[in-house]
């Protein structure tokens, strides 16, 4: 039994919600979102809340049913306060700079990297070593994020590279003579 598919997802005044079969569709204040679920789930819109429940009692409808409460949850937080994502850049000339509607990130490499900022996702550096993606898709927004990380992940010598705000590097010790 699913204890996170159980719980309705209210829907907040600014916020309009649409159930059209499998698919539904958010509309808010910081723009509008759809999502498309899995058959083996059911949803209802009533009294300003989303319902979702199993249509089988198999493993695969109870697994799909927390999952697609989540992702109407992220929808509806989307729309109404958005999704932010903080990398942080260690290393000695390693910087960042958004020019137009590239991000230009200079790693160590012989070239500068230039990044096309996706629609929808909006990239800010506040200082050189520091990159804040925000965005109103919760799985656009990661995925950027994972994007930019991989052009340098921290090693585990130095630490250089790529990390988001937060993530604990292991370290590792070096040669020793």
């Known amino acids: 039994m699913s204890r996170i598919g159980k719980k309705p997802i209210a829907v907040p005044s600014g916020v309009t919600a649409n159930v059209e079969g ?9 723009g509008a979102l759809q999502v498309a679920l899995h058959d083996d789930v059911s949803v209802k819109l009533d009294k300003g809340q989303i319902k979702v429940d199993p249509r089988f009692e198999t493993k695969r409808a109870r697994s799909q049913w927390g999952t697609s409460r989540t992702l109407i949850s992220n929808l509806i ?46 990239i800010a550096t506040p200082r050189p070593i520091e ?47």
């Open 22 to 30: 499998q698919t539904v569709k958010v509309k808010g204040p910081k």
């Open 77 to 122: 937080a989307g729309v109404t306060k958005g999704f932010e994502e903080r990398l942080e850049i260690s290393g000695v000339g390693y910087r960042a700079a958004v020019q137009g509607k590239n991000l230009q990130i200079a790693l160590g490499y012989s070239h500068d990297i230039l990044y096309p900022i996706p629609e929808g996702i909006t």
């Open 131 to 177: 990159i804040v993606i925000s965005g109103s898709d919760r799985q656009k927004v990661g995925q950027v994020a994972a994007e930019i990380r991989d052009y340098r992940p921290p090693e585990p010598y130095k630490g250089k590279g790529i990390k988001y705000a937060g993530e604990r590097i292991f370290r590792k010790e070096g040669k020793k003579k």
